[in-house]
């Protein structure tokens, strides 16, 4: 069983993902990416809510507020997955195989493992794409004292889930089970879509510059 | 003097930022992006140096080693800095402007702390143009088995760029010393070029699909 490492500081989290030493790694850290912008979201969502000059945006910002808050907490989960996911494909590497019923036994615990694995990635992808359309809507709607927040969260979404999408693609390349593979990159192109390439990321950017108080 | 944030748990760095508090924010999670980036791209070395099989980029990736680990660093640091930053932004604030010449030294107050809160993101965004070329050199050179983290590291080292780019922006709007503004916009310009818009983050991801191991 590996450390969690959300419990880690930040500092030593930092030293872990440099180390030599599998994970944290790459999955963990797009998923961390993703927290952090929606962490952001959350803030701007905060200094928004409960004041009478937000008043006529103050459901749309608590619904918001409210999704941005569950995604934060499942992407922080995903970061502690991605280390799980990783070490059961560990696991399964370090079966034997000296019959061939061994070998087969190996070969059916690596396939389930590396399902696992991708399963991790492509949350993060999902997520990450609707945290960015949420990250737009605080932009457009949040207190805009605090909109380059909303848009360094569409900016900090839009790599999570451009890195959980390599993720996603390159442990689908040794997924053998078809079905799994053709459905996982069905919910890969939804979650692309939803992002439209870099379209929201570039409208929060925009309304950065149109709603920053001067 | 507000309390240090790299050594908190990642949970409860995520909740500070979520927080109905100014910091940490959006200057802060792009540095963390950043120093996130910079870890990916020393494992990715860490585990190509030493190694007979990559004999022939040994020197290449131990120099890329030795300064994302200093990128790593100085990003961290950066974590803390745009903290502080706020934090003299917020005394100045609180100066009292009761008299003229109180007034008078509220707003030099005001000026020197924005100009010190423009100078965080500003290094943020040249350290993350410069990851994101090393970035590039370890998809190229190092490990293949890594080659995923070498990628994301490009994309966390390109959100950190584009959300400090944002940050310095905003910030410069309301500074009024122009040879600072144009410095500032210099310096800018020249860390975007570096990156040459998405070029460098996608060039990333085509290696990743030409190296990685099928």
Do not use: W
């Amino acid at each position: 069983m590996p450390e969690r490492v959300t419990p880690l500081p930040v500092h030593e989290f930092l030293e872990g993902l440099a180390a030599k030493q599998p994970t944290p790694g790459g999955g963990s850290a797009a998923a961390l990416a993703g927290a952090l912008g929606a962490g952001l979201v959350s803030m701007v969502c905060r200094y928004t809510v409960g004041r009478k000059r937000f008043a006529d945006v103050e459901e749309a910002v608590q619904r918001v507020l409210a999704r941005s808050e569950e995604l934060r907490g499942e992407l922080e989960v995903a970061v502690e997955d991605d280390v799980l996911a990783y070490g059961g494909y560990a696991d399964a590497q370090a079966m034997p195989r000296e019959t061939e019923d061994e070998s087969r036994a190996r070969e059916e615990a690596l396939q389930t493992a590396l399902r696992a694995s991708t399963v991790v990635p492509l949350r993060v992808a999902e997520r990450s794409a609707e945290l960015l359309e949420l990250a737009v809507e605080a932009a457009e709607l949040g207190n805009p004292y605090l909109i380059s927040d909303a848009a360094v969260g569409a900016e900090l979404a839009a790599a999570a889930l451009a890195s959980a999408e390599l993720n996603v693609r390159l442990n689908l390349g040794g997924v053998e089970d078809a079905e799994f593979v053709r459905g996982s990159r069905e919910r890969l192109e939804e979650a692309r879509a939803r992002a439209a390439g870099r379209e929201l990321v570039d409208r929060a950017t925009r309304i950065v510059h149109e709603r920053a108080p001067s």
